[in-house]
């Protein structure tokens, strides 16, 4: 899912520390995705790793101080004027217009370039965004709606954070993201990833475009200056659907 330098550098860091050293030396804006794993201090250690993770050889690498700095400079959302697109690991919350998605990056991203401790309090299913929202409710929801999001509320927007199926499994009273009728209009399609299990979708408003080669299914990847889209099988994979 690639277009002047757009790409989603978790991808590459979960497959441990030899593809995350390509990605990096290639450059350009990517943005980070999965928040659990970003619960490192690069000087002192992880939290315990989720039994799906794959991030060993990046936490025994010997460069991986260096690497996790890497990391640590990512956004959580780029857009390219030119190309008319924007990318986050899961989405743009619908209730938030263009404004608020950008000044919600740009706090976490400030946050990351400090002390990691408050990494270790992101567990939680801060759901409902309000202006006023301060502190780390306000920061766990823009990580929850930035990285974790697939289905809301189909009344209020709230992000409902449980659910990893399709969309024709959607719990009851909810919608994907995208298709919240009240969703605010932004200037940029939105290209995102994260839901497995969503498969490739397009619209005139967002693409995504996770094929779930994690668990068996195939990688896919958009060229955004034309749309144009190569998809390959995956083999020798396995892992818990999302």
């Known amino acids: 899912m690639v277009g002047r330098g757009f ?8 497959r441990g520390a030899a593809v995350a050293r390509v990605v990096a030396r290639k ?3 990517r943005c980070v995705g999965q928040p659990r794993s970003l619960c490192v201090d690069a000087r002192g250690g992880a939290q315990k790793s989720a039994k799906d993770d794959t991030l060993d050889s990046l936490f025994s690498a010997p460069d991986r101080d260096r690497l996790l700095d890497w990391l640590r ?3 959580l959302l780029v ?7 924007a990318m986050a690991h899961a989405g743009i919350p619908p209730v938030w217009d263009w404004e608020t998605a950008v000044a919600a990056n740009a706090e976490v991203v400030a946050k990351l370039q400090h002390d990691l401790g408050w990494l270790r309090q992101l ?7 309000h202006p006023e929202l301060e502190g780390m409710p306000r920061i766990r929801y823009i990580v929850n709606g930035l ?4 289905f809301v509320d189909a009344k209020s927007g709230a992000l409902e954070l449980k659910a990893k199926g399709p969309p024709t499994n959607a719990p009851k009273g909810t919608v994907p993201w995208f298709r919240y009728a009240k969703r605010v209009a932004l200037p940029y ?3 995102f990833g994260h839901w497995s299990l969503l498969g490739f979708y397009a619209d005139a408003a967002v693409m995504a475009v996770d094929t779930s080669c994690v668990y068996g299914g195939r990688l896919t990847a958009v060229r955004l200056e034309d749309q ?3 998809s390959v099988a995956c083999t020798d994979c396995g892992g818990t659907k999302g």
């Open 7 to 14: 790409g989603e550098s978790w991808a590459a860091i979960a």
């Open 27 to 29: 450059g350009g804006d």
């Open 73 to 75: 400079a990512r956004q």
């Open 79 to 85: 857009w390219d004027e030119a190309l008319g697109w």
């Open 123 to 129: 567990k939680g299913g801060e759901s409902v965004w």
């Open 147 to 150: 990285t974790r999001m697939r």
């Open 189 to 191: 399609r939105v290209v």
């Open 228 to 230: 144009a889209v190569v």
